[in-house]
Every structure is written in structure tokens, then in C-alpha cells.
């Protein structure tokens, strides 16, 4: 039996979108606390994450900052031979590659972009679409030759890297000429546990980890 688990965030987050899919995709209860910026500031949030930055898990006692962290314990704590997060080391590593190019150019390029044009965030626009048009045609090729990014099933890879991938377009970021990415995109939003980010923009979304 678990500790009550609560999910800080906001719903327009691409970070806690990924936390909250792991959550639903392991069937474990949670209750979401919403995070905007006026509470980001407050001292009880900066109790829980120094840096002011959502998502943040509560696990009992326990509180973890960071998705991609948070994906790691979840799946480590409550699904520790389920396939999420492989115990074979290539596919270990195969899913912390992705976890990492989820921080680094799905983070710098469409997550940048898109926070550029829907949430007023002052960043280099232009850099943010060079990043991306180097990583869309990798993860295409990547894509063309399998269904899932670091396994023949879906891993903590997939759910890191598609909510800003698939939230590309709200960055002026067309996904059309990328077929087997869209393809991904698609086999991802039919998991029985998927549930989409709301459409509507906050200006508060600017401030993920």
C-alpha cells in the first residue's frame, strides 16, 4: 500500500504532463495541486523545490523535484519490473539517452519555441527552431525503422519526449513532413492511460524542470 502521492504543476506543463501519464499508466492514485507562478513563489512551494520549478512529487515524506527524476522513482518504486524503465543495461541506457535529449534539444528546441510564442518567454526564437530542425529529422529516422524510441514497447523515452514534440506546432513548428514522427505521436495518444494537455494557453507555463 502507498503513501498518498500528490503532483504539483499546471496543466499546460509538458513536465508534469509526462509525470501524470507515467502516474495513470501505473494506476496509482494522485491528487494534482496546481502550481502557477504566483505559487511558485510562495515559501512553501520553495520548501519543497528551491529553484521555484514544477513539477514536484509528493510521496509521503518524500518530496522530488524534476520529471525526469520523478519518472525514475515512480517507476523504480512502484513498477520495478514493469517496462517502463528496462532492468536489461543497453535498454537502461537506450531510455536515459532519450531522457536526456528530452532535457537537452526537445527542451531547447520545441518546448523553447512554443513557450517563445505562447507564453511570452523572452528566448532566442530562432535558435530554438535550429535545435529543433536538427533533432525532428533524427527522431524521424529514428522512428522509421520502430514504434517506440528506446524499446519494442513503450519506455519513461516516449512519455519524456512527446508532449513538447507533439505541442511543436504551438511553437510555429510544422510536424508535416514528418511522417513515422507523427506516426509516434499517434501510437502514443492511443494508450489506454493517455490523456491530452488542455488547448487553451496560461502565461504562467514558463518555468518547468
Not at 54 to 68: C, H, K, M, R, T
Request: glycine share 6%.
Amino acid at each position: 500500500m502507498h503513501t498518498e502521492i500528490t503532483l504539483h504543476g499546471t496543466a499546460l506543463s509538458g513536465h508534469t504532463h509526462r509525470v501524470e501519464l507515467l502516474l495513470r499508466a501505473l494506476g496509482l492514485p494522485y491528487r494534482f495541486e496546481a502550481a502557477p507562478a504566483d505559487v511558485r513563489r510562495s515559501e512553501a512551494f520553495l520548501q519543497l523545490n528551491p529553484l521555484g520549478q514544477i513539477p514536484v512529487l509528493q510521496d509521503g515524506d518524500l518530496a522530488l523535484a524534476d520529471s525526469n527524476a520523478i519518472m525514475v522513482y515512480l517507476a523504480r518504486r512502484y513498477d520495478p519490473q514493469g517496462p517502463w524503465l528496462p532492468l536489461d543495461p543497453l535498454q537502461a541506457a537506450q531510455v536515459q539517452r532519450w531522457l536526456s535529449i528530452a532535457a537537452g534539444e526537445v527542451m531547447h528546441g520545441p518546448a523553447t519555441a512554443r513557450m517563445i510564442v505562447q507564453f511570452g518567454l523572452c528566448d532566442d526564437k530562432a535558435r530554438a527552431r535550429r535545435v529543433a530542425e536538427r533533432l525532428f529529422p533524427f527522431m524521424e529516422a529514428h522512428l522509421s525503422k520502430r514504434s517506440f524510441l528506446a524499446a519494442d514497447h513503450p519506455t519513461l523515452a516516449d512519455l519524456a519526449c512527446y508532449s513538447y514534440v507533439a505541442h511543436a506546432p504551438e511553437g510555429g513548428l510544422s510536424l508535416a513532413s514528418y511522417p513515422s514522427l507523427r506516426a509516434w505521436l499517434a501510437r502514443i495518444e492511443a494508450l489506454s492511460f493517455f490523456k491530452p494537455i488542455p488547448p487553451s494557453p496560461l502565461p504562467e507555463e514558463t518555468s518547468d524542470d
